[in-house]
DNA sequence: CAATTTGTTCAATAATAAATGAACTTTTTG
DNA sequence: CAAAAAGTTCATTTATTATTGAACAAATTG
């Protein structure tokens, strides 16, 4: 009974399909739905690969969506096209580009005679793995070596014998970042840089 | 205007205090709270510590409590222990056991005299860290082998310019995947195994 | 410069995840 | 072996997070 502690193997359930058209200004054809169904199975296989991934990574689905689409579409998409292949509201996807912007996981391209913006996906992991450990990791790591520092001195006063115990700890978790700082470099020299 | 786009910045708010006592089977002493409160800055700075650094991997917050806890204590706690000093309920404080148990966080020790689970930390970064790596990790990757081969080869017999493109995408993906699989045994050196 | 198109923001709502606590199983004790 | 203690499970409640869509701002067009 291996209970797994990430959502990794989390299943990705299909949209909670809505009557299409009738609420958004959605045009319907016929019976058919204009929504994820409309999709290769290729481009949902994609959507569905970074769903996970950028959900394993705590981002919510639709960046994953988006993204996924991105990936496998050669031409530039504008966001009507994002909305209507990922059914997906104009606020969330306008959020969900701004959040792509801003982790440099997707970049806009300049489409003659059409004033919206296009966008097509970053495919160099190092740009934004890059990214994330140079604006979210390396910050933390530099805060708790401050820190850490601060408390085991306030710790050395003390001579009894928790005092003692906590020193240990304080340095146990010092450890823990001197590690982490040390495989740092080495993922960016594999990733190329 | 810089989006953070994991939740590592996020603040860690003082539990939502309920009336103490009156609804769990809690003895109040004089007006006095037994929850959170009671922990030392010394404590509560780990707990926060630890919850900040299990929400960014996905667990639940208090997981992070209990591990924190635990971390800073140098004898061993029992549920009661936990669950008062925390203010958590007793289902949740037995699936936090849980979880810390499963992923190699913490040990179950033997207290004479006490018929109770006392737990410790573990404090191996190499132990869970490299169980992560081992579970969660490795066979994602191993199995985005095997599925990007299959996608590969469904590819290769397509010549149109699409069916190009989505090859290169596809190898594109699997050059992450290398990259990823190429720094795991770093990391694993660095850990010290 | 009014009308239209494009994109953003944010309050409200929906969806999801975590915590609670009562009911239960198992173990221990007298 | 009945009663108590310890621990687990899971249906319900609560809290959190994501998504929607209406209102808005900015840019473009005729």
Redesign the interface.
């Known amino acids: 009974m ?7 193997s989390s299943d990705i359930k299909p949209k909670t399909e809505k009557q299409p058209g009738s609420k958004r200004g959605i045009k319907v054809r016929g019976t058919q739905n204009d929504g994820v169904l409309a999709m290769t199975p ?1 481009e949902l ?1 994609m959507v569905e ?1 970074f769903v996970r991934a950028v959900q ?4 919510p689905k639709s960046v994953g969506e988006i993204y996924g689409l991105l ?2 579409s ?1 031409r530039s998409l504008n966001m009507d096209d994002v909305m209507q292949k990922l059914n997906l509201s104009k606020g969330g996807t306008s959020q969900g580009f ?2 792509l912007r ?2 440099g996981a997707i970049r806009v391209v300049y489409v003659p005679g059409d004033r919206r913006d296009h966008y097509v996906a970053e ?1 160099e ?1 190092r740009q934004f793995a890059g990214g ?1 450990i140079r ?2 990791i390396q910050p ?1 790591l530099a805060f ?1 070596e401050t820190r850490l520092g601060m ?1 085991e001195n306030a710790m050395k006063n003390g001579s009894d ?2 005092a003692h ?2 020193h240990e ?1 304080i340095s ?2 010092n ?2 970042r001197q ?1 982490m700082q ?2 740092l470099p ?2 960016n020299m ?2 190329g840089k």
Chains 1, 2 share one sequence.
């Open positions: 291996v209970t797994s502690h990430l959502n990794l290729l296989e690969f394993m990574l705590g981002f990936f496998i050669e701004k959040q801003n982790m495919t992991l994330f604006e979210q933390q708790w408390l014998g928790n115990f906590l700890r146990k978790l450890s823990w590690q040390r495989i080495l993922i594999v990733l």
